[in-house]
């Protein structure tokens, strides 16, 4: 059995479906480990993940860390019961009106008290040593900001086996362009960062995607983007940007589109152009 098998027994369920003793032995966890000097801040954004957020909180309410941590919510402008799950787990959470995974992860930013800072995606699982293995490596004086690799799980129209080959193709890529462009390689949902670095610049709301390897792209002048490939601080998260298509297709896309212009990832920038489609109100 995987280690987030059992989360998967509420993911995508209404939250009124969600058993009273898992949200009852979640939010005391939850509380337990809220440190009133967190050295650690693990901040989970939500836009309409009513559904998904409790499976999320159930993982990091089982994280083991040495850190003093604590975990904080984002509620970015929800119309479900996303703001409900917030209260019933009992983590401190506030409310983002202006609609962007940019302003939400500011928010969180803002209101986090860590002097390092992990970006949480509320439709993700995570592993019981991902703060803590990340963290070796982001306390590293060189490093101002850390990256992982991150898994799908298998259902009905994604099988095991193609998912591996799936996430090879993507990591070996992924592994040959953090060389020069590592700041394409970051993926929200398995980012974390210097929060002394971060709050000298701003984390761009003006974009609909990219938000992540914008600030990534900004903290590179106070050191390195390192990656962490360790098996046991990989997320496992859902089909939102994978959808239910063969994995098959889901891969040729994305070849045609890295195809273009890919001599890029043999060479070093420090500016990308912004794509019109991109722009929050185009």
Partial sequence: MSWYSKYLSIYDKPFDEVPSDIIESTRSRLASMQSPEPLVSVVVIAYNEAKRLSAC?????????????????????????????????????????????????????????????????????YPPLYVDILMQTLQKKEVSCVGAFWSYYPDAHHSYWGLKVFEFIRDTFLFVQHFKRPELCIRGMVFAFNATYARQEQIRTDIRRGEDGSLALALKKYGRIAFVRNRQARPVTGYGTLGNGSLFASLLKRAQIQMKGISRIFFKTEKYEDSEDNLVGS
């Avoid at 860390?65 to 929800?78: F, Q």
């Avoid at 609609?99 to 500011?106: H, V």
Wanted: glycine share 8%; aromatic share 16%; with cysteine.
């Fill in 57 to 125: 909180l159930w993982s990091l309410s089982e994280l083991q860390s040495v850190y003093p941590l604590e975990i904080l919510g984002v509620n970015n402008h929800s119309c479900d019961e996303t703001e409900q799950v917030y209260q019933a787990f009992g983590i401190p959470y506030f409310n983002e009106q202006r609609k962007s995974p940019g302003y939400a992860r500011q928010c969180g930013l803002d209101h986090s008290r860590g002097q390092y800072h992990f970006f949480i995606d509320a439709d993700t699982f």
